[in-house]
C-alpha cells in the first residue's frame, strides 16, 4: 500500500504575489506574540503558537479554506519580540482578534531568514521609485524548514504597509 503524503505547504506561486499591492478593508487575523533573542524566534514557541492558533481557528472553522491564500505573517515590534498573524475568515472565540486595513505592497524573495535586512532595503528602494514610502513591513513565509528543503527554495513576502 502506497502512504499518502500529507500537504504541509502547498506549493507557492511566487507572480500571484509579487509587485503586487493588496488592499485589505478589515482583513480579519488572530494574533499571538512570541519572544526572540535580536528578531530570533525561539522554534520551539513558533511551533506551540501555531498549533494553538491553527487549533482554536478549526474549532471556529475559519479557517482560509484555500492554503494557497492562508496567510501567516510576521511583525517585530522589538528586537525581542515578534508578532505572529494567523489569517482567518472572521472572529475566533478565545483568541485574541485584529483586523489589519490599509495598502500593503507585495515582494517576493527567495533566500536565508538572515537576509531579511537586505531584502527591507530592495523594498525601500522600490517603494521609493513608486514615490511610496513604508510605514510598516509583515513577512510570510511561504514555507516551513521541511518544505523549504523538500521545493528547493525558501521564499517570503515581504508587505510593506504603505
Known amino acids: ?16 504575489w509579487d509587485k503586487k499591492a493588496f488592499a485589505w478593508d478589515r482583513k480579519h ?7 526572540t533573542f535580536f ?6 514557541m513558533i511551533g506551540k503558537k501555531m498549533k494553538k492558533m ?3 481557528a478549526d474549532k471556529a472553522k475559519a479557517n482560509i479554506p484555500d492554503l494557497s491564500e492562508a496567510l501567516i505573517m510576521f511583525r517585530d ?3 525581542f519580540k515578534s508578532e505572529i498573524y494567523y489569517a482567518v475568515t472572521g472572529d475566533v472565540e478565545g483568541a485574541n482578534n485584529t483586523t489589519l486595513t490599509g495598502t500593503f505592497s507585495a515582494g517576493v524573495f527567495d533566500g536565508p531568514y538572515n537576509s531579511i535586512p537586505r531584502y527591507i532595503k530592495e523594498m525601500e528602494k522600490r517603494l521609493a521609485s513608486e514615490n511610496k514610502k513604508a510605514k510598516d513591513y509583515y513577512i510570510h513565509y511561504a514555507y516551513c524548514p521541511k518544505c523549504a528543503k523538500k521545493f528547493g527554495h525558501n521564499y517570503m513576502i515581504l508587505f510593506a504597509e504603505v
Open 1 to 16: 500500500m502506497k502512504k499518502q503524503e500529507q500537504e504541509c505547504c502547498p506549493e507557492f506561486e511566487p507572480a500571484k
Open 54 to 56: 491553527s487549533e482554536l
Open 29 to 35: 487575523f488572530i494574533r499571538e506574540t512570541i519572544p
Open 39 to 44: 528578531h530570533t524566534p525561539f522554534p520551539p
Open 77 to 79: 515590534p522589538t528586537p
